[in-house]
């Protein structure tokens, strides 16, 4: 399967035998897969911040149904990242239309063809990596004008700053004082330097920072504007 890309799916199946075969095909195709026997087990995964973004749910099943959890998911802040399709052996044009009202994106009737279910499958990965990097360019977008519009803010004051200290360099000062003006000046010209990578930031690059958290590096984002221009 080159060039298919690998994702996250919750399998939800209350049958073992179409469960453990299901599970199966997608491992085969390359993907990793949760697989629950329940409802209740399958809303309460879909629930979690690190939440698989696909899922194949099937209608009928103990505690909750697969139209029940996928009303409840598309209540949820974060509905439009996870990608539902319904696996059942309603079939008739009102069940399907149910399904589809109910927030499922895609309808698999029993007994599914081995084909059909591969191209629906990959239909959803598709629309995950592109609802994904939409996500991720409105993200750079905010984050873009955010940093413009800090930028802003802190140059005048930052003008002031290096405008200050190097006037004073103009006059008589002991080494002492001569030597923290032109430190408090190359520290303005510094700031200067990075507001003007914030401003001309088009998207964000991060960088590991402490743990797990990850913090906006202007430098490495400014060299690909660069290198993107030079193209």
């Given at each position: 399967?080159k060039?298919?890309?690998?994702?996250?799916?919750?399998?939800?199946?209350?049958?073992?035998?179409?469960?453990?075969?299901l599970?199966?095909?997608?491992t085969?195709?390359?993907?990793d897969?949760?697989?629950?026997?329940?409802?209740l087990?399958?809303?309460?995964?879909?629930?979690?911040?690190?939440?698989p973004?696909?899922?194949?749910?099937?209608?009928?099943?103990?505690?909750?149904?697969?139209?029940?959890?996928c009303?409840?998911?598309?209540?949820?802040?974060r509905?439009?990242?996870?990608?539902?399709?319904?696996?059942?052996?309603?079939?008739?044009?009102?069940?399907?239309?149910?399904?589809?009202?109910?927030?499922?994106?895609?309808?698999?009737?029993k007994?599914?063809?081995?084909?059909?279910?591969?191209?629906?499958?990959?239909?959803?990965?598709?629309?995950?990596?592109?609802?994904?990097?939409?996500?991720?360019a409105?993200?750079s977008k905010?984050?873009?004008?955010?940093?413009?519009a800090a930028?802003?803010?802190?140059?005048?004051?930052l003008?002031?700053?290096?405008?200050?200290?190097?006037?004073?360099?103009?006059?008589?000062?002991?080494?002492?004082?001569?030597?923290y003006?032109?430190?408090?000046?190359?520290?303005?010209?510094?700031?200067?330097?990075?507001?003007?990578?914030?401003?001309?930031?088009?998207?964000?690059?991060?960088?590991?920072?402490?743990?797990?958290?990850?913090?906006v590096?202007?430098?490495?984002?400014?060299k690909e504007e660069?290198?993107?221009?030079?193209?």
């Open positions: 399967f060039g298919y890309c690998r994702m996250r799916i919750l399998l939800a199946e209350d049958d073992r035998i179409p469960l453990e075969a599970k199966s095909l997608l085969k195709w390359g993907h897969v949760v697989a629950c026997s329940n409802g087990e399958a809303w309460q995964i879909l629930q979690r911040d690190d939440a973004t696909m899922a194949i749910l099937d209608w009928v099943m103990p505690g909750l149904e697969g139209v029940d959890i009303r409840k998911v598309r209540e949820l802040p509905n439009e990242q996870t990608y539902l399709i319904l696996l059942t052996g309603k079939g008739s044009e009102k069940d399907i239309v149910t399904g589809l009202e109910a927030g499922a994106d895609d309808y698999v009737v007994p599914f063809n081995r084909e059909e279910l591969w191209a629906r499958v990959r239909v959803g990965v598709r629309f995950v990596e592109i609802q994904q990097k939409l996500i991720e409105e993200r905010v984050l873009a004008e955010t940093a413009g930028a802003h803010k802190i140059n005048q004051p003008s002031v700053i290096i405008g200050g200290a190097d006037l004073l360099l103009d006059r008589a000062l002991d080494p002492f004082q001569e030597k003006m032109k430190a408090i000046y190359k520290a303005g010209e510094d700031i200067s330097q990075i507001v003007k990578q914030m401003e001309a930031a088009q998207h964000y690059v991060t960088t590991p920072y402490v743990k797990d958290i990850q913090i590096n202007f430098d490495a984002a400014a660069n290198q993107g221009k030079m193209k």
